[in-house]
């Protein structure tokens, strides 16, 4: 699973760190891996990606964060909760 987001925005603080400790409950509940990459820190990951420069390119930030699970998009521009992560994760992740 991985997150492109941009934290330390001043409007989603809470939200970041609702999904950032959804994201660590998950990995200690579940054994997934997750990856989050940063807009500020991690320029070439939203670069390399064509999804995430198509995104960045036509919404900006407001198009974050942008959540893969298994190389598939799967949440966009909204801060899911944790049961929607693992409803996520049930329908796309690899023996989940």
Same mark, same amino acid.
């Given at each position: $699973?991985?997150?492109?987001?941009? &934290?330390?925005?001043?409007? *989603?603080?809470?939200?970041?760190?609702?999904?950032?400790? #959804? %994201?660590?409950?998950?990995?200690?509940?579940?054994?997934?891996?997750? $990856?989050?990459?940063? %807009?500020? $820190?991690?320029?070439?990951?939203?670069?390399?990606? &064509?999804?995430? #420069?198509?995104? %960045?390119?036509?919404? *900006?930030?407001?198009?974050? &964060?942008?959540?893969?699970?298994?190389?598939?998009?799967?949440?966009?521009?909204?801060? &899911?909760?944790?049961?929607? %992560?693992?409803? #996520?994760?049930?329908?796309?992740?690899?023996?989940?």
């Amino acid at each position: $699973m991985a997150c492109a987001c941009t &934290p330390g925005s001043p409007a *989603g603080d809470r939200k970041t760190q609702r999904l950032q400790d #959804a %994201l660590l409950e998950l990995q200690n509940d579940f054994n997934v891996s997750c $990856m989050v990459y940063a %807009l500020n $820190m991690h320029l070439q990951q939203f670069r390399s990606r &064509p999804e995430l #420069a198509g995104i %960045l390119q036509n919404q *900006g930030k407001k198009g974050l &964060p942008v959540i893969f699970i298994n190389d598939r998009l799967c949440f966009q521009g909204e801060y &899911p909760d944790r049961a929607q %992560l693992e409803e #996520a994760l049930k329908k796309y992740g690899d023996n989940f």
